[in-house]
C-alpha cells in the first residue's frame, strides 16, 4: 500500500512570508501529526489531527496552525516566517493511537 | 515537562563492535517504541514494547524495557554499516488527556569500517 505523502519536498521562503505543508496519511489510517526536526532540538511534536479534529498540540506559537480534511489529508501553516523556523517538517500516520507512526519523506524548510 | 532523554547523544564504533543506547523518562510509560533514522532519511518504526521487564530481539538488535516501564535500552550485537543511523525512543505521554508520542533525544551512531 502507498506510504505517506508529503509534499512539496523542499521549499526556500523569505522571512515574513507564509507557508503551507500537505500531508497525505495512509489509506484508512485516520490521525497525522506533525513534528519539526532540527539538529539541536530533535524530532518536537507540533499537533495531531484524528478524524478532522485536533486532538493534541504542543508547544509552538500560533504562527504554527493545521487542519485536516474529511479524507484525513492534513495541512500545516507557518506564518510570519522567522529564520529559526528552518527546519525539516515531518508528518506521521497511525490508525489513531500513539503507537507504530509511520512518518513521511519530511518537507525541508529554509527561510532566508 | 515531561522528556525523554537518552544516552549517548553521540556513539562512533568500529564495524564488529556492539553499541548500546539508553532511554529515560520522566514519566512512566505504558509502552515505549524505538524508530531508526537513516542519515537523509525519516524516522522508520522497528519495535514496541509493552511489559515491564520485556526482552524483544530482532536479528542482531536486543530491545529491554525496564521494570518500572520508565527506562528502555537497544543493543547492537556485531555492528555492520547498514546500522549507521539515529536512534529514537518513543513513548506515549499523556497531554491534558491525549497523549503524545514524545521522541527522545536520539543517539547518532557511525561505523569505523
Known amino acids: 500500500k502507498a506510504g505517506v505523502t508529503q509534499t512539496p519536498r523542499y521549499l526556500i521562503k523569505t522571512r515574513g512570508q507564509q507557508v503551507t505543508l500537505s500531508c497525505s496519511p495512509i489509506?484508512?489510517?485516520?490521525?497525522v501529526s506533525w513534528y519539526q526536526q532540527t539538529p539541536g532540538q530533535g524530532l518536537q511534536f507540533l499537533f495531531e489531527y484524528f478524524s478532522e479534529t485536533q486532538r493534541n498540540k504542543g508547544n509552538f506559537p500560533g504562527r504554527f496552525s493545521g487542519r485536516q480534511f474529511s479524507n484525513s489529508r492534513s495541512e500545516m501553516n507557518v506564518s510570519t516566517l522567522e529564520l529559526g523556523d528552518s527546519a525539516l517538517y515531518l508528518c506521521?500516520?497511525?490508525?489513531?493511537?500513539?503507537?507504530?507512526?509511520?512518518f513521511g519523506s519530511g518537507t525541508r524548510l529554509t527561510v532566508v | 515537562g515531561q522528556q525523554v532523554m537518552q544516552i549517548p547523544q553521540y556513539q562512533h564504533v568500529q564495524e564488529g563492535e556492539d553499541f548500546t543506547t539508553y532511554c529515560n523518562s520522566s514519566t512512566t510509560l505504558s509502552n515505549i517504541q524505538w524508530y531508526k533514522q537513516r542519515p537523509g532519511g525519516h524516522p522508520v518504526f522497528l519495535i514496541q514494547?509493552?511489559?515491564?521487564?520485556e526482552v524483544k530481539k530482532q536479528k542482531r538488535l536486543t530491545f529491554q524495557f525496564g521494570e518500572a516501564k520508565k527506562n528502555s535500552s537497544l543493543h547492537i550485537t556485531a555492528t555492520q554499516t547498514t546500522d549507521v543511523g539515529t536512534y529514537f525512543c518513543?513513548?506515549?505521554?499523556?497531554?491534558?488527556?491525549?497523549?503524545?508520542?514524545?521522541f527522545g533525544t536520539g543517539t547518532r551512531l557511525t561505523i569505523i569500517p
Open positions: 518513543a513513548g506515549p505521554i499523556s497531554n491534558f488527556g491525549n497523549e503524545k508520542l514524545t
Open positions: 514494547l509493552v511489559k515491564s521487564g
Open positions: 489509506s484508512g489510517h485516520r490521525s
Open positions: 506521521a500516520s497511525s490508525t489513531g493511537q500513539a503507537v507504530g507512526y509511520t
